[in-house]
């Protein structure tokens, strides 16, 4: 006879807690606050696309221009307010300060928004569970004073993050960030990167590749490597070596499931001979590279202390387009830079013009407090810097329009990632890293299809698929 286990009132599980992570800047930081929302679901917090709804809000913030940290001041006033009616609930919001401009500026954030109560910086949100356990603290004992951390740990905080579930995986789609780097030692004149990342540090090869495997056995077909000098990478390989990038892309091009790599962001100064040998015969290596030169000035380049020459840059370009006619490139160019005459300014349009880009990313030069560049003499006026950025944004523009309106009539192979802008419609990725839309069922999503482009819009490409290409191609 089986005796029926008897139970007491049964005691309801706590409500989950929620929180909001808004990332600015660059895709690191991106991969940085899905780690963190990662770490924090150990600590029962759901991620919730309702700033207003949530009991911690992270802003994971960039300080490579000035607006960009301005911006979070911003955004940080509607948080404040947003908890203010929290509270008039009976409810309460933790704010956090994540990223650059934490490491940046640490405690001078909560003396200019004394309503933050967190700043911790990017080599140290693996700590953040117990940051906000001293936050709760405080707010019992009524002490006020936020908690900042923003200290370069000697304890890789990679290895002391959990790793993301299939589930969240699967939510975030079938294209992945993998950090492989972090920090630089480049030290452009321009740049806070190296005071808020820190020297250059490579992750172990091995977890890399596990990281990868697990990701690829959720459903994840494309990985972009990460790193603020990627191709500086320099990973302790299993063999007990020092593995290359070309290693390494070559090594993860044989997890089983993973049919496209892209890396980012990279230094011309680091293009190695394996690397362009990576691009020539990789087939998992997408043809689109995005390598900033920030000028095509060999004085300005000098100043900024770039460490090339544009010489040396078309040298890179012309190198990779012989083994890959294909080849498509982006770049990052800052115009006004200070010192920059006419004569530098049509050397960089020369430039443009002699390469041609398939997109770029273009910008004012915007002093950072603690760079070299930002107590330089001849700082160029503000309306120079206007009209110049114009005028190159119109050329990059212009190149951009070509590059989609050749691609009209070719067949690209396309990831889907996610549903259309219009009901029918899914919308997925080229190798070249257009978006592109077409008319096909929403269980093709997570797959790789080939696509004739027939048309081009102001944002994304237009494609079919050939009836007869529908379940031959679609890997």
Request: some cysteine.
């Amino acid at each position: 006879m089986t005796i029926p286990e008897t139970t007491g009132p049964s005691t309801p599980e706590p409500a989950a807690k929620s929180v909001f992570i808004k990332s600015y800047g660059c895709q690191m930081n991106v991969y940085d606050s899905q780690r963190m929302a990662d770490s924090l679901s150990k600590e029962g917090y759901v991620e919730t696309a309702v700033m207003e709804d949530a009991d911690l809000v992270i802003l994971n913030t960039c300080h490579i221009r000035e607006k960009a940290a301005e911006k979070v001041y911003s955004t940080l006033g509607r948080v404040r307010v947003a908890r203010d009616v929290r509270r008039s609930e009976g409810r309460d919001t933790v704010i956090a300060v994540a990223g650059c401009v934490a490491q940046a500026e640490g405690a001078e954030i909560i003396r200019r928004s004394p309503a933050v109560d967190l700043v911790v910086g990017p080599q140290a949100y693996h700590r953040l569970p117990a940051m906000l356990a001293e936050v709760a603290t405080r707010s019992t004992e009524g002490i006020r004073s936020g908690v900042v951390d923003t200290e370069f740990p000697l304890d890789d905080k990679f290895s002391a993050l959990p790793q993301p579930t299939a589930q969240k995986t699967r939510a975030r789609g079938p294209a992945a960030f993998l950090t492989i780097q972090e920090g630089c030692d480049k030290f452009c004149a321009f740049c806070v990167v190296p005071y808020t990342r820190g020297a250059e540090m490579s992750r172990p090869v091995a977890r890399l590749i596990e990281e990868a495997e697990r990701l690829a056995g959720m459903g994840v077909r494309e990985i972009s490597l990460l790193g603020q000098n990627v191709n500086a990478f320099h990973g302790e390989g299993p063999d007990g070596r020092i593995w290359t990038l070309a290693r390494l892309l070559a090594r993860l091009a044989e997890v089983p499931g993973i049919e496209r790599l892209r890396y980012t962001t990279s230094h011309p100064g680091d293009m190695t001979d394996d690397l362009f040998e990576a691009h020539h015969g990789l087939p998992q290596l997408m043809p689109f590279l995005h390598l900033p030169v920030q000028s095509g000035s060999d004085r300005i380049l000098s100043v900024m202390n770039r460490k090339h020459t544009a010489a040396h840059y078309r040298s890179i370009i012309e190198r990779l387009r012989r083994g890959r006619p294909d080849m498509a490139f982006s770049s990052d160019f800052i115009v006004g830079f200070p010192g920059e005459t006419d004569r530098d300014f049509a050397d960089t349009m020369a430039l443009v013009a002699d390469i041609g880009f398939a997109s770029a990313y273009s910008f004012k030069y915007s002093p950072r407090p603690g760079t070299p560049a930002a107590t330089m003499a001849d700082q160029v006026p503000e309306s120079v810097q206007a009209d110049r950025l114009a005028r190159l944004q119109d050329l990059l523009g212009q190149q951009q329009k070509a590059f989609n309106a050749a691609c009209v009539g070719r067949s690209l192979d396309v990831l889907f990632e996610r549903k259309g802008a219009k009901p029918g419609q899914i919308a997925g990725r080229s190798p070249y890293l257009q978006a592109v839309q077409i008319d096909a069922a929403d269980d093709l999503i997570g797959s790789i299809a080939t696509v004739t482009v027939t048309g081009t819009g102001t944002w994304s490409l237009y494609g079919a698929l050939p009836p007869a290409l529908l379940t031959k191609e679609v890997a």
